[in-house]
């Protein structure tokens, strides 16, 4: 489905819902989703009972070390949503409550991003692209995956689909000054 179009100079850009989208979570991720749910697959650990457990040193004692985490909250009515802020609608009693965790070990933090150690400002960096990674994995669950076919002079010239937000494909593109 067509949602926007560009045009700049002899190129047009549209732009489509991406009605085939790859789950981010099956992307290689710094984090990993702990979920407990019934009834769906939202991430790679699954918790038996996350009701069972009040904070993140309750659930993984020793197990991990020293981690870094942030709660993850869902939203279910007419459609799933889910956020590391426990802020309306994932407060409501009826449709939504803590979903899991999303961690990550120190040592794979550190790894992955190249530090010696992890002080409290890189902690902070960490805990932002644990964010990151659940907003991303939002967008997918929400049906917002975009993506792109690019014209000039009416033919097709480039394609790519998998795009979290619009303005990706228009920094992609180089149609941001058109928008």
């Known amino acids: 489905m067509l949602l926007e179009s560009y045009a700049k100079g002899k190129r047009t850009l549209e732009i489509f819902l991406d009605e085939l989208p790859s789950s981010p979570r099956e992307d290689d991720n710094l984090g990993t989703l702990v979920y407990g749910h019934r009834r769906?697959?939202?991430g790679e650990e699954e918790a038996w009972n996350v009701d069972d457990y009040t904070n993140w040193t309750d659930w993984k004692k020793g197990e991990l070390g020293d981690a870094i985490a942030l709660p993850v909250y869902l939203y279910d009515h007419s459609g799933l949503s889910v956020s590391t802020n426990r802020h309306y609608p994932f407060d409501c009693p009826w449709d939504s409550g803590q979903l899991g965790w999303i961690y990550v070990s120190r040592a794979k933090a550190?790894?992955?991003?190249?530090?010696k150690r992890i002080s409290k400002q890189r902690e902070r960096q960490v805990l932002e692209y644990l964010q990151n990674e659940v907003k991303v994995f939002d967008a997918y669950l929400r049906g917002e995956v975009y993506g792109y076919i690019l014209y000039e002079d009416g033919k097709e010239i480039d394609s790519c689909w998998g795009f979290?937000?619009?303005e990706d494909i228009l920094e992609d593109t180089n149609?941001?000054?058109v928008a």
């Open 164 to 166: 979290y937000t619009i």
């Open 110 to 115: 550190r790894e992955w991003l190249g530090y």
């Open 175 to 177: 149609f941001k000054e």
């Open 40 to 42: 769906y697959v939202l």
